[in-house]
């Protein structure tokens, strides 16, 4: 999912580089929307991972610390 994400947002600003923004401003405009909900979307993802990852670590560190492992 992640790396669909980060393709998207990558072929997303190769659109973007490649319209002019004065000629094409309804398409440009639209595919600037695009990007930004992916980036939002993966930005989400990755902090979601963090805040998992941070909470599996506290698990493990009180169980380590209470004797359980």
Do not use: H
């Amino acid at each position: 999912m992640e790396q669909s994400l980060k393709r998207q947002v990558s072929d997303l600003k190769e659109e973007l580089g490649s319209i002019n923004m004065t000629d094409e401003f309804a398409k440009y405009s639209k595919i600037q929307r695009k990007l930004i909900k992916v980036t939002d979307e993966l930005k989400n993802k990755n902090c979601l991972s963090i805040t998992a990852w941070f909470f599996i670590s506290g698990f493990v560190f009180r169980m380590l610390v209470r004797g359980f492992f």
